[in-house]
């Protein structure tokens, strides 16, 4: 069983596709933080963006302990992370941990930008979770105030605009893929989005 979960910068969809993960026992993954440690890789090496060679070859020798710092979390490695991200060489190197993941027993979540669309477009469920820049603005800038970042919600909100343009760049048109389910996550709380996505799972998964 397979899970997909597309959608813009800040929509809540790692909330959701976590959420559904460990309710129903399956793996997750968190395919933008593979981008982030690249992105990451890039700061501390101080590796020129124009330098696809040497980025791509982070990408295809991710450091797994990364995963879980913190310093991915920060605004700085998400808007490197979206500048590596339009590599073509970054974007295939990371494709087969992507693939492998997938696969794993009893079932996988995978959230992303291209999870339904390039990665896995034989997932069971495919969502493309969405909200409003002002809702995503300020959920990310509660989200950072929370881990004592100084930054305003001017800043956030230009974060999140200039990362939306870098990500349509990249063309990932994961939102019009035939079989997606579009949520609107702008006015519903954690609980209520979480129990919507699990109907869908339900009905989609449910034997005839
Ligand atoms: O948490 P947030 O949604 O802000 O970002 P993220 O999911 O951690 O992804 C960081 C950046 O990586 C995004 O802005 C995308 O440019 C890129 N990304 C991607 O290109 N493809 C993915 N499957 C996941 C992330």
Known sequence: MLIAFDGPSAAGKGTLARGIAQHLGYHFLDTGALYRMVGLQMIRTQ????????????????????????????????????????????????????????????????????????????????????????TRAARRFKELCGVGVDTTLEAVTDDIIARDTRDERLNLPARSSKDVIVIDNSELGVEEALAEVLGFVKAKTAKP
């Not at 330098?51 to 490695?77: G, M, P, Q, W, Y």
């Not at 590596?84 to 959230?111: C, T, W």
């Open 47 to 134: 590796t020129d963006l124009n330098d696809a060679t040497k980025i791509a070859a982070f990408a295809r020798d991710l450091n797994v302990d990364d995963f879980e710092n913190h310093e991915l979390r920060s605004e700085v490695v998400g808007s490197a992370a979206s500048k590596v991200a339009v590599i073509p060489e970054v974007r295939s190197a990371l494709l087969k941990f992507q693939r492998d993941f997938a696969k794993r027993l009893p079932g996988a979540v995978l959230d992303g930008r291209d999870i339904g669309t390039v990665i896995c477009p034989e997932a069971d469920v495919k969502f493309y979770i969405t909200a409003s820049v002002s």
